[in-house]
């Protein structure tokens, strides 16, 4: 580690450099280029936090925005005798005046480093918020600073509770984050930050960005929107912090986060396309131990909680890299392989369960499912998860979806479970969403029927009851005699909520009279 003593004269030789190019000539090249030499490296050194106290950055801030303001800038030397420069000539992206712009481009580079201070700070005020609340709800009160004492036990004589350790955890990122700018006060540091938006003389900061964006030179251009951008937004700035910041609750769900993480690291080392058995074997187990730590051990469904440890430790992106290796019913893949691609799917399963902001993550995959729905019978579970009871994602479900879908249960994908896709975007949520329902039973019309299965003739009506007599509905969970069935329920569900537009269309493809006639059947057994 560096000691700050030692850079204590860099620092003050930056600061000098600064101050003497308040005012740049263009044609100093060498002195430029020069000064932009020293930009960089007091921008690495403020990389790596060797600016850390209120009274530096004070000192900073003022030169910096002075230096950035090019309306002082000279292109040409003059004698008193020649006529003034043109006030657009500094625009020009000439040799020159490119070293100035580049040096105003390290100056805005400078200014994101501290830019990104304040909402590291703005982000340890929001957490600190957070860490009172739960320690109030914990103790009846806001614990003081002695409490969470590196160095000595907590004043408050308790077993410490997961509130506790919350709080004592956030107490020190906000004071680590107090630290590293050097304040005590917070109406300090703000103060200095605000000196990007307060008036300097009488231009104001965002008067001098403006200007910045009238030269000729992209990537200064470029620099100093973004730089105007973020002085516009910085909220967003938090929020968007806040968003990569991931609270673990209790020790359980640091437990599994940490599991999680190592095996995707595992995985991910091990994804290739031609993988070995091992390689195949462990990546199965994997995905195995990884299907039981995002389920409540008490009732063995999806834990909310570690669904959302699931997505911040990207394992969608992870199930979705191994069902792009080549696999088709033609090629000679292991059988590991598909084993692969079966357990990807339950995982993405179970992290959209009941979840609809993991179910919007999978939206755009579901044209990988469809093609996959040939292959892997699985991936109708993983689609239907992904519209199930989430009424706003069945509602803008893409029409070409529909469509594709139903194009597919023709001969052997004619199962029930691809049929409960289409029930899940017809009727969410106990509730027909009527586009949808006009929408697959159009679809049904323009294949001409053939995913339709009825036993209405006389033929039909004998092979029915030879798949009843050889139960075929118990012994094939998934053959056409439950196939049958879930169709009349889907039929059912196409005209929930008294649709005028499919009910009459659906007693044409099953009339009243047909499905009397069908109940009235002595082989045919009530369900």
Known sequence: TIPDKKLKNLK????????????????????NKFFLSCLEAMAEVMRFGFYGNKKELEELIKPLLISLDGRNDIVHKKDEDDEEDDEDDRYNATTQNIVVMDCKKAVINILNIISELRADFRLSLALKIFQKKVAQQEYGHIPVESEYDDDAPPVIHKK??????????????????????????????????NQLSLKQDTVSFVDILIDC???????????????????????????????????LISPESEKVYQKVLTHVKHISTRINTN?????????LSALKELQILILDQKNMVPNPANQHIFRSANVDDLAHRLLKLPFSKK?????????????????????????????????????????????????HDTLTEVYRENTQLCSIIDEDIVYRYVRGLEGENRTPGALRFLEAIVYPRDKPVPRNQELVLKAMM??????VVLYNTEKDKRERNKLLTELNHIRHPQGMINYHISFIGLLSKLVEGGNSSTTGKCQNILSITDLKRHLDDPNLPLF
Do not use: W
Request: aromatic share 12%; with cysteine.
């Open 275 to 283: 993988m070995s058995q091992e390689n195949e074997n462990f990546i």
């Open 213 to 247: 964006t009238r030269y000729q030179h992209p990537p200064f251009v470029d620099a100093a929107f973004g730089l105007l951008i973020k002085s516009f937004a910085q909220r967003i700035e938090v929020v968007e912090y806040l968003d990569k910041t991931k609270i």
């Open 331 to 379: 090629n000679n893949y292991s059988q590991g392989r598909r084993q692969i691609f079966v357990e990807c799917l339950r995982i993405l399963q179970l992290f959209a369960y009941e979840n609809e902001e993991n179910q919007a993550e999978l939206v755009s995959h579901v044209p990988d499912y469809l093609l996959l729905k040939s292959l892997i019978p699985e991936a």
């Open 12 to 31: 003050q030789f930056f600061l000098s450099e600064l101050t003497a190019n308040h005012r740049q000539i263009c044609e100093n090249e060498a002195k």
């Open 160 to 193: 410490k509770s997961i509130a506790s350790r919350i709080g004592s955890d956030l107490f020190k990122f906000q004071n680590t984050a107090s630290n590293m700018i050097g304040v005590g006060s917070e109406a300090q540091l703000l103060q200095i930050f």
């Open 446 to 451: 323009e294949r001409g029927f053939q995913c």
